[in-house]
């Protein structure tokens, strides 16, 4: 009986050593296939791009001239962007789920609530430009300003903040909590000082992520009607704009080869704009990491 019972140990061993290299080596060909992919798309970018990428480039307005082209309204419209929707989407995506964590009873409308965010995170981005035409354009006569555009994008990118923010605040240990409440300390202070504080790395990745989103989505702008060349800079929250998505759409599809090189140019701008932003998150987050 003890020989039967260890053949049969060995052979659940055995198949068990036979499944984990095979669901190894499919990761393992997964992350290669991704990593090729992404090697074959920057080569073309490079190949493509590099030699309309100079300080024109970054300096010059769109013309219809690809050698004069260039994305000096796009990037700052961009920036401009970016200025509005990283606060208004972290300040309430970061509330929202602190209030969801903390503070909201458990009961079945707070499970309807939290049922819907994540559903809202799979909406296409098309949609919530059709919410933001309605309420923030035509609405709120707010037209097609950076203010209106900057809080489409917020809404487009607040459901995935909020779940990453609460997945970050659920992942405290319950002990630093309740070491706090042990040296008197009231609720909001525990969650300012030491669960926010905890936090911070998985709630900045997810904002990143969500924020690289943002900067890089095309529907919501052309459902809003951003234009896609104008030859100024905004002068503030409620001044027309272009953003670089919407610039390199306009280049990708015109007919003229060249374009399709400039077009590739901004890509490459916009992919280290995004490589800026993770890297100041990944600085921040291990920062923090080392401190708790």
Do not use: C
């Not at 799979?122 to 006569?141: A, C, D, E, H, W």
């Not at 950076?146 to 809404?155: N, R």
């Not at 240990?173 to 000082?193: F, H």
């Not at 030859?231 to 280049?251: C, R, V, Y």
């Amino acid at each position: 009986m003890n020989y039967l019972h260890e053949d049969r140990v060995k052979k659940r061993m055995a198949s068990r050593l036979i499944k984990n290299k095979l669901l190894k080596s499919f990761f393992l060909g997964a992350t290669l296939l991704s990593l090729v992919v992404l090697a074959i798309l920057m080569y073309r970018m490079i190949s493509q791009g590099h030699a309309y990428l100079n300080w024109d480039f970054l300096t010059n307005f769109s013309s219809r001239f690809p050698q004069n082209a260039g994305i000096k309204a796009a990037l700052i419209g961009s920036l401009w962007l970016l200025a509005v929707v990283a606060p208004v989407s972290l300040l309430f995506g970061v509330g929202a789920a602190v209030y969801l964590e903390e503070y909201a009873k458990k009961s079945k409308l707070t499970t309807f609530i939290q049922m819907n965010i994540s559903n809202l995170a799979g909406v296409p981005s098309i949609v919530f430009g059709l919410l933001g035409l309605t309420i923030f354009v035509r609405m709120l006569s707010l037209g097609k300003s950076v203010l209106a555009a900057g809080f489409t994008m917020s809404l487009l990118i607040l459901p995935v903040i909020i779940v990453a923010s609460q997945e970050a605040i659920r992942a405290v240990p319950k002990d630093l909590r309740e070491a706090s409440y042990g040296m008197g300390a009231t609720k909001w202070q525990t969650i300012v000082k030491i669960v926010l504080p905890s936090a911070i790395p998985g709630i900045l990745t997810g904002g990143i992520l969500a924020l690289s989103r943002a900067i890089g989505e095309t529907a919501p702008l052309v459902v809003l009607g951003i234009p896609v060349i104008i030859h100024f800079l905004p002068e503030g929250l409620l001044s027309e704009f272009t953003a670089l998505p919407m610039q390199i759409f306009d280049w990708a599809k015109r007919p003229q080869e060249e374009f399709q090189y400039v077009a590739a140019a901004g890509i490459l701008v916009l992919m280290i704009v995004l490589v800026i932003m993770n890297s100041v998150a990944i600085i921040i987050r291990n920062k923090f990491s080392k401190r708790y």
